[in-house]
Each structure stands twice: as C-alpha cells, then as structure tokens.
C-alpha cells in the first residue's frame, strides 16, 4: 500500500514528490520481479486505482527507459481498460431502461473512481422491488444472485447479466447498512448531477451526497477504506465542490456528522503522509472529529479502522440520534447490525467466508 500511494497521492494536486522520496519511489517501483509487479496490480485492482496507480508507475518506467516494467503496466492497463470498455455500455444500458420506464435512477459509487471503475456496477431507484426485478428480467435476461441477511435489510438485489462478469447492484428506495437512512433515499435522486464517462452521460449523487455514501459504506459498515476512498475524496475536496455546510445538514439528519467529519480527518491525516499537505477543513469539520488518521491501520489489503472503540462509538452516537428523533423503525433496523456483524464474524471463522450473512 505504501508504494501505491506515494505513486498517487503527490499527482492529486500534480505535486512532484521531493528528489529523494521520488528517486526511492522509482527504485521501489523499478526493481520489482514479476511477481511482485503482479501483488501490486492484485492491491490496486482490490482498492479500486489499478488504472491511475499503473499510469504513475508506466511514466515512471518510461521515464527510466525502463522497457520491460513500461511493458508489464501497458498490458495490465489494456487489460482493465477493456474490462471497463465492456462495462460501460451495459451500465448507460440499464439506465436508459430505468429511464425509459419513467423510473428515477443515478449511479451510485462505482464511477467515483474515474477512470478507474469499481468491482460491481450500483444503481440507487425509487423503483419499486417487484418492478426492479421485472425490467432487469425482461430486458436483460438477468438471473438474480442469491441474497444475503444483510441485502435484505438493505433493500439491495444483485443481478447477473449474460456478457457482464460485474454484478449490478440495485438499491431500491433504500440506504444505510440496514436500510436505515431514509432521510438520505428520500432526496437523493433529487439532487443528481451528470458525468461523462467514455462516451456515455450518468447521472450520479451530488458532492454531498456522494461523500455520505461513502461515509456510509467505510465508517459504519466496512470499517476501512480503500486507496480510491482518499484519492477520490482528497480530489473532491480539493476541486472546491464540497459545501460544508450543506454537507454537515444532510449528516447531521442522519445522525452521522460526527462519522462525516472524522472520514475527512483521516483522509486529510492520509494525505499529509504522503504529500506534506491535507486538504482544508473548515472549523465545523474540525471541531467534530472524533478521530483521526494515526488510528488506521494497514492488514489484509486495506486501510482499517478499529472497531473497538472507535467504530463503535460511531454507531452509539448515531443510534442514539435516530432515537432521540422518535425514528423507531428505523433504529430498529440499526439495532439488528452488531448482531448481522456478529453473525458474519463468526461465520467467516467457521466457514472462511461471510457470504450469506454480510
């Protein structure tokens, strides 16, 4: 992971590293065997940066005339490139159905990544499930994935498509790890905005929207980030499109300010690492941070997050004001995922996989 992001993180703001970080960047890079060049292609394909980490580490060997690595990053890039090259049509596809059925739709997270894209293709509709299933069925002849404990609670359906090794992953009306966030499924597709991708037009989360989900997925329901996660929330935040203060009032009626604000603080305390600089918080993010970047750690391919006490401070405090709002079906939701988690804990001991539970 180390030498991915000093690849990465300096070229968010074109920053060139300092001559001696570079030069050991480049010997680190240029001296790899084959198999170590093929766990590094594994690790940026897993955290989603396999196009932009590949780029960086192809200038550096041409720029060291080094022909064998620029060779061995080309066919990697072709290879990938040629995976999203096939996906693409097949996502601008399912939308235009979506759409063409007078059904609300946006891409949700997998075109963060740009031009990386991610491992399945999420769609977020106000479509409802019987109608979902029916037009993916009918229109793309696609076989439904069985579902595990927590899809169910989530409201999400998987579809396998003839042609596309991606699973599309539809969100129906729902949002949050167990369906709990209805505040955010009730005015996202309200606030879209489009992005080019190729040669195709998506519509997809607003800024705001876009780093809740996020938030969502990392802090209260994986509990680490990918590389892509502070590439593209560094990037984001650096490009002025966040507005913070709307930011902290579509959090703040989810109940995950706090969960929001320590995200940007580990992502900025990520960056500095690498780059000498974070990026700007403003006072209201700053204030708000529960903790920060020196608490993750690197195992099993990601950056992780303790559970204990970090992570689960953040869902105390986040339960805590779904209750105090009287939203009681939907803290009721909330409350069933240390038991989901627990569930797929001990599954993945047992069985080495979570698969039907998580």
């Not at 946006?106 to 409802?128: C, N, Q």
Request: proline fraction near 4%; include cysteine; aromatic fraction near 8%.
């Amino acid at each position: 992971m180390d030498l991915l992001s000093r690849l990465l993180l300096p070229a968010i703001r074109d920053n060139e590293p300092p001559r001696e970080s570079r030069e050991r960047m480049r010997r680190d890079a240029l001296s790899l065997s084959r198999e170590g060049f093929e766990d590094l292609v594994a690790l940026a394909n897993t955290n989603h940066v396999i196009v932009r980490g590949l780029e960086e580490f192809q200038r550096l060997a041409v720029d060291a005339k080094d022909d064998m690595h620029a060779d061995w990053a080309a066919t990697a890039l072709a290879r990938e490139r040629a995976r999203i090259a096939n996906a693409l049509p097949y996502l601008a596809s399912v939308c235009n159905a979506f759409e063409e059925a007078r059904y609300k739709v946006s891409v949700i997270k997998s075109l963060d990544h740009l031009p990386d894209l991610g491992s399945d293709l999420d769609l977020f509709t106000d479509a409802g499930a019987d109608d979902v299933i029916m037009l993916m069925k009918t229109r793309f002849g696609a076989q439904i994935a069985p579902r595990s404990w927590g899809d169910r609670l989530a409201g999400k359906w998987n579809f396998l498509l003839p042609g596309l090794p991606e699973a599309v992953e539809v969100h129906v009306g729902m949002l949050g790890q167990t369906g709990e966030q209805a505040s955010i499924a009730a005015s996202l597709l309200g606030r879209t905005r489009v992005v080019t991708a190729g040669v195709f037009e998506f519509r997809v989360p607003s800024a705001s929207d876009r780093l809740i989900l996020s938030v969502l997925q990392r802090m209260y329901r994986h509990f680490y980030f990918r590389l892509c996660d502070v590439v593209d929330s560094a990037e984001l935040a650096d490009s002025g499109a966040i507005n913070y203060a709307e930011l902290r009032s579509e959090a703040e009626t989810a109940n995950i300010w706090e969960g929001v604000a320590t995200y940007l603080a580990i992502i900025s305390d990520y960056v500095r690492r690498y780059r000498g600089s974070g990026i700007d918080l403003p006072r209201m993010v700053l204030t708000a941070v529960r903790f920060g970047g020196d608490a993750i750690y690197f195992a099993r391919g990601f950056l992780r997050i303790p559970i204990l006490p970090q992570s689960a401070s953040l869902y105390g405090s986040q339960l805590a004001g779904i209750l105090r709002r009287r939203e009681l079906m939907n803290g009721a939701r909330l409350f069933l995922l240390p038991c989901l988690a627990t569930a797929a804990l001990i599954g993945e001991k047992i069985t080495g996989s979570d698969k039907g539970i998580w």
